[in-house]
């Protein structure tokens, strides 16, 4: 029974009313082509602050069907000119609506062994040579947006005002939409009204979508971990302070700040995804750098978060006898940093009802916030100043979901080499979801 209601959601998007009678006649026209797209920019990723083909080939469809493009929109601090690209078209008096998608991949071999699966090798910003992947689904987004902008212009009847279409660099360094906003994206190219995106998973069927009102999920917060201790020979570690064993102390002894000083009702994580020391067995080093991201809801719980992290890696190194001259270093990394994702909860329902109408009820799931974070938000502004909304939008084969759902299981999600999309459904659900959320916010 799950099995058929699952594999009925690409269906059923046709069997509700729409705002556009021809929408999904449209689109399906497009999906052909739009595949073939998706796959190209799968097969050929390009990691934070690199899109430059990614961003070129968006600027390029966009172009063909009138929009009035700008390419490397963004600044980052260091000066560096970014990718970003920003697409407008204007159609009338009305309110701006602004759609974002993100462009980059992950530092990640990819293992699912697909026809179209990328083979791309590069090196990262430590020189270390890595496997890239669109790991997170970004090559869904990018192609999800070109639909829509083919369905938006050839349906111009149907709406008034301007759409501002975003293709944003950098958003697994969640440094991008900062970069494009330090480039005066809105005194270039006007502050819209509301801003809407959507967002793969593997937590959905494709023909599926997942609405979170309010925050949405977690801010993040990336912090460096300098360990200091005093380097020799590996066969005389009494001679010196060991950072590796103070490294591996302080990881074990991190994960009592959530069980031991957070509330249990405040969502928190922190994890250590890379620590880099050492060159040789039987050296040890001066030094162990360790990366940590931090996840929170609440400035109170991030607080504690990282008063634990520098009261623990002080801790360690004290009980090991550190002279003061080489205590740790813990930096936040502020170009690494971003807020809760809070989607209005006015723009939600709006949206919702549109997505209800287009899909069906059945198709159009109630979800629960996460720990995962996005810099979509940063968008808004400082305050929510401007209403954002992200939806989930399902990205595994039907038949599989539910399998998988039977199982108790997941199938492979974002961030890791097995994340599968199912291409056709997929883009057909975003497009049409994404297009007809886009014209009935430029009715009003």
């Known amino acids: 029974m799950k099995i058929c209601r699952v594999v009925a959601a690409v269906t059923m998007l046709f069997a509700g009313p729409v705002i556009a009678q021809d929408l999904p006649t449209y689109v399906n026209g497009q999906i052909p082509g739009l595949v073939d797209i998706y796959k190209g920019l799968h097969a050929h990723p390009e990691l934070s602050h690199h899109e430059e083909q990614s961003s070129a080939l968006l600027a390029a469809e966009l172009r063909k069907v009138g929009f009035t493009v700008t390419e490397h929109v ?41 026809s179209y699966a990328s083979t791309v090798k590069t090196k990262n910003a430590s020189g270390q040579e890595v496997g890239v992947m669109h790991a997170c689904g970004h090559d869904i987004h990018m192609t999800s947006l070109i639909g829509t902008a083919r369905a938006m212009a050839a349906m111009k009847n149907q709406w008034h005002g301007t759409l501002m279409l975003i293709g944003q660099p950098s958003e697994e360094t969640i440094d991008g939409a900062k970069a ?32 979170v009102p309010g925050a ?15 380097g020799g020979h590996g066969s005389a570690p009494q001679a010196g302070k060991d950072p590796i064993v103070m490294a591996a102390e302080f990881i074990v002894q ?79 990394v502020k170009d690494e940093t971003t807020p809760v994702n809070y989607n209005n909860p006015a723009l939600t329902a709006r949206v919702k009802s549109t997505l209800v109408k287009t899909l069906g009820a ?20 400082e305050g929510h100043k401007i209403p954002t909304f992200m939806f989930w939008l399902g990205a595994m084969d039907p038949a599989k979901y539910a399998a998988a759902e039977s199982a108790g299981k997941f199938l492979p999600g974002p961030h890791t080499s097995r994340f599968e999309p199912v291409p056709e459904p997929t883009l057909r659900t975003g497009i049409v979801s994404m297009t007809a959320a886009a014209i009935s916010l430029l009715q009003n």
């Not at 994206?185 to 609405?211: K, Q, S």
């Not at 949405?216 to 005093?230: E, F, L």
């Not at 059945?362 to 502004?381: A, K, R």
């Open 180 to 211: 494009m906003l330090a480039d005066h994206l809105y005194e270039r190219f006007g502050t819209p009204d509301m801003a809407i995106a959507l967002h793969d998973t593997n937590r959905g069927a494709a023909g599926t979508l997942t609405i």
């Open 216 to 230: 949405s999920q977690a801010s993040s917060t990336s912090v460096d971990v300098i360990m200091r201790g005093i």
């Open 74 to 114: 963004g600044k980052y601090p260091d000066g560096t000119q970014a990718f970003g690209v920003v697409a407008v078209l204007k159609n009338g008096a009305g309110p701006t609506l602004l759609i974002r998608s993100d462009m980059d991949a992950l530092p990640i071999v990819e293992e699912t062994g697909l």
């Open 362 to 381: 059945q198709n159009v799931i109630d979800g629960e916030s996460h720990m995962g974070s996005e810099d979509f938000g940063v968008l808004g502004l």
């Open 254 to 332: 991190l994960q009592t700040i959530v069980s031991r000083q957070e509330d249990p009702h405040d969502l928190t994580v922190v994890t250590v995804g890379d620590i880099q020391g050492g060159t040789k067995r039987n050296i040890i080093p001066d030094e162990v750098k360790m990366e940590l991201t931090v996840r929170t809801f609440s400035d109170k719980s991030l607080n504690i978060v990282l008063d634990g992290i520098r009261r623990t890696a002080q801790g360690v190194a004290l009980s090991a006898g550190v002279p003061e001259d080489r205590a740790p270093i813990v930096t936040i």
